[in-house]
């Protein structure tokens, strides 16, 4: 069975940085997917984070947070990592690994696969 654990929110001051790391199993060796991110805080609408494809390492940022945060992955451990830098308030949410067989689906649908979520709250 596929399973997504998260690691690495916490409570952070405005401007600083956490690092995200998702543990990705289940999946077979030749099974190419998108892994990535998406959040959900109170009030507001799923938003997709990030995402990348474990097959050519193509990315994908939300406008909200380009420049300031790097997804990348380790293919050999099955773990993707999201650097998140310049945190903001507005950055305060749950985020969640999620996992589809493309990208495309990861951002524009509901994932397949998702993991418990870990809260990230930047403090002003």
């Known amino acids: 069975d596929v399973r997504l654990v998260e690691s690495g929110g916490g409570l952070v001051q405005a401007g600083g940085s956490l690092r995200l790391s998702c543990a990705a199993s289940?999946?077979?060796?030749?099974?190419?997917?998108?892994i990535g991110w998406f959040r959900q805080a109170p009030g507001k609408e799923r938003e997709a984070v990030s995402c990348?494809?474990?097959?050519?390492?193509?990315?994908y940022y939300a406008d909200s947070v380009k420049g300031r945060f790097t997804i990348s992955i380790d293919n050999a451990k099955n773990t993707a990592t999201l650097q998140m830098n310049s945190l903001k308030p507005e950055d305060t949410a749950a985020y969640y690994c999620?996992?589809?067989?493309?990208?495309?689906?990861?951002?524009?649908?509901?994932?397949?696969?998702w993991g418990w979520g870990t809260q990230v709250t930047v403090s002003s």
């Open positions: 990348i494809s474990t097959g050519n390492h193509s990315t």
């Open positions: 289940g999946f077979t060796s030749d099974d190419n997917y998108g």
């Open positions: 999620a996992a589809d067989p493309t990208c495309t689906m990861v951002v524009k649908t509901l994932p397949l696969w």
